[in-house]
């Protein structure tokens, strides 16, 4: 709240504080609008000052992609993929300009490296998949300052690296890989190889390219698939980290889970499933409370996430909607500048 003068009042505030006369008689209650002809009222009782709320600013969402763009790429490449078959693979060439497209459009974004981005659970649509997927492993080679060529390398990977799903007939969407029979696992787990042998002898696309698509399920301790191998080139490794959030977080042969969920997965494997240096990086431009959330404080308070500060993925700036005694209340809070203050679950 604020102290604010009677005449600097413009009518669409709201009183934080009773608004009392000298002898400390009400005239009007806190939560009041001030309607301009309350404003003329306190004037005439010669009432000078009164608290008003601090204006909670709207929710403010950073995303990689606008809604527009992505749905139009999202539609381009569906387009593409879907008049796929095996081994007829003209169509495909044009995912190269696609992914140069949308590494552009990434590009003419200000200071796109330096954002923390607001990043949603969605439905288990392996087009949108591809097309996020592509925004934050562009992302991530960005920050880490890789070659343009290598960055195409990595755009054009990201939009073919589920080529494979579409041979299968087994239902990935949103269940876990353990809930499949043991025949619908193995073959889940070959799409990788299904999607690297279509392309495999195509000279449009690089052997970089189709070793990621080939990789992308591959884990540093040996746990991934389909070859089990821990000898992963770095570009591979940006791929496995952004796949396996995105995957996470939209139902992708897993149940889909919340995005902090998926954030304490990567930190959990840092060094033993994924490259930590690289699970550091794509975690500095990741919310892990995208705007819109939901959220309980420590101090019992509910709450909605406003928008991100850039130094601090996980102390966003927040609207308490109810205090601790779940009374309703209109405070905004930043969550940087307090060391004892911090979301303590996301509210479904």
Known sequence: MRLCKVDDLKG???????????EYKILLSAGTLLKPEYIEKLKELNVREVYVKEKAPDTKEVVILKEEVEESFRSKVKNILEKHTYSHNENLIELCQTADTIITNILEEEEVVEKIYDIKERSSDIYEHSINLCGLATIVALKMGLPQQMVHDIGVSCLLHELGLRYLQVPYENRNLDELTELESVEYKKHP??????????????????????YHHERLDGSGYPLKT???????????????FDEMICGIGCERTKVYEAVRYLRNNKDIKFDGKIVD???EFTAVYPAGTVIKTSEGETGIVL????????????????DRNGMAVDV????????????????E
């Open 12 to 22: 669409t505030e709201i009183l934080a504080k009773d608004a009392m006369t000298l």
């Open 307 to 322: 928008y991100q500060n850039r130094q601090y993925p996980d102390r966003p700036v927040i609207r308490i909607t109810k």
């Open 230 to 244: 821990t000898d992963i080139p770095q570009e591979c490794r940006i791929i496995q980290i952004c796949d396996a």
């Open 332 to 347: 905004v809070k930043d969550l940087a500048e307090y060391d004892d203050l911090y979301i303590e679950e996301v509210i």
């Open 281 to 283: 990086i794509f975690l």
């Open 193 to 214: 190889v299904y999607g690297y042998s279509a392309l495999r002898d195509e000279n449009w696309i690089s052997e970089c390219s189709k070793n990621m698509i080939l």
